[in-house]
């Protein structure tokens, strides 16, 4: 469904707790135009942020990522996950 949206640009999917874990794999459907993306308090892991990372590579137009609220991203700031998705931003031209 979100591959038929080719003018998106903003989506908010702010706490909903479904969003992490196999669901966020769903928004690598997302198309290019995408300009903000708000994931607060989704419950995100650090499995999650690698994720997140694979899709800010895809997104050149992403000016926005929300991702406060999520406390395990905080608590697991070690892990590969977190790591992978700061390295992902710091190629994130747009990001601001």
Do not use: I
């Not at 690598?28 to 499995?47: F, I, R, W």
């Not at 690698?50 to 406060?68: I, N, W």
Request: hydrophobic share 45%; aromatic share 2%; charged share 10%.
């Amino acid at each position: 469904a979100l591959g038929c949206l080719p003018l998106l640009e903003v989506l908010d999917l702010s706490w909903n707790s479904g969003v992490g874990g196999g669901a966020l794999g769903l928004l690598g459907k997302l198309q290019p135009s995408v300009m903000e993306l708000h994931l607060v308090a989704c419950q995100l892991t650090a499995a999650d942020a690698a994720s997140l990372g694979g899709l800010v590579a895809v997104l050149p137009k992403l000016s926005l990522l929300d991702v406060s609220c999520n406390p395990q991203l905080t608590q697991e700031v070690d892990t590969g996950g977190f790591r992978e998705l700061s390295s992902c931003l710091s190629h994130a031209v747009s990001l601001t």
